[in-house]
């Protein structure tokens, strides 16, 4: 494991802080951010092998915590294999999850290789738009070892010919190792999974849910909050925009449920707020709730703003909102007058940037608080990982690490940059 998948798997496990973790171990806070940078990095530090005991010696006492395989995979009864939904996560399980996207970043970064699922064949089912998800799906699989053949939209599948769901997908459980399907009608992708033994993971089923997502974004909120020194217990969580319809809050809302003593505030037109079931779910898992139409008191002490799309293509006939007034928009005037430094600003995307739809603003571009392309990076390492622990390969990954033969540009994205240009 890298040292950085080390030090990460260890403030995990322990729930601590980059600080406590330095403070624990008797080293700067500087020198622990160095240990934490990439391999390539300029700035990376090795850690000395007597702070890796140290650390060892320290997880020795931390409470227990099971990497065990079946914990990484949620236990959804007879569909264990399958990944439909969040509920089967907890705590442990997804954390366990989120430490093998971790073990993925070298990979994602394009400084190693693997061929773990070297013959493995990925069938991309997308019945619905989309553009990262299906596109991440297949890069995933592919820097695994495996290739991918995919279909897009009903007019060139067969069910344009009447095929039924679960014909479909018994078929494609003869060519493929694992399928990911996006679908606009809610339950449509536990259809499929009832109809084959390949592992499905729902790529967005309608209004339902979007698993994958939600993972990344609990991925990027917990390494971003471990550069400014947060935890997710306690913090303050803003959803914004179309709670009714976006999936990815669905899931997302369920899975920081499973840490402790969060605010949840949902800012929304009245008619699009977050189904009443989530709602209570949450209330009953001991959070704070607070609802309002109101952008500028509700996003006030945020620790992450989550931004949604006005899902206009799931409305009912008789529901017209086709944009969000002003009063909705998140832009940079807003979240200065309200919000801190180290608030992260998020959206699954796309963001719709057309004049006048008032989605997330493209004036926060340049404000470093703004996340929305971590999060895309991310979404490589997540679903790498769900795909090495529902195929069964996650142990292998490590010892399977080659180099890159090709040149990779110096800069890639998101984790180069300074923790907020404040360290
Ligand atoms: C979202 C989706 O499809 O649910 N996009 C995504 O997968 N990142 C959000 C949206 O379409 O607005």
New binding site residues.
Partial sequence: MSQQAFLRDAMRRMNFTRDTLAQRIGITRRALDSWLLPDESAETRKMPDIAQRFVLEILKSAPSYTQSVDSVRPGNGELAHHLLSVDGYTRDSVEALLRVADIMQPIARRQKTTRVLEGAVLANLFF???T??RLSFSSAFARLGGSVCDTTGFTFSSMAKGESIADTSRVISGYADAIVV?HPELGAVAEFARATHVPVIN??DGPGE?PS?ALLDLYTIQREFSRVDKLIDGAHIVFVG?LKY???VHSLSKLLALYRNLRFTLISPQSLMLPQHLVESLAQKGHHIEQTHDLQSGLKGADVVYA??I?KERFAQEETLEAYSADFQVNQALINATCAAHTLIMH???RDSRPGANDLSIDLNHDPRLAIFKQTDN?IAVRMAIFATLLGVEDQVQYSLREVGWRVPVYLGAEDEVPYGDQ
């Fill in positions: 619905e738009a989309s990262r998800t996006r790529a967005g979007h997502q179309d976006g999936r990815t949604t799309r899902q699954p995307l796309p979404g």
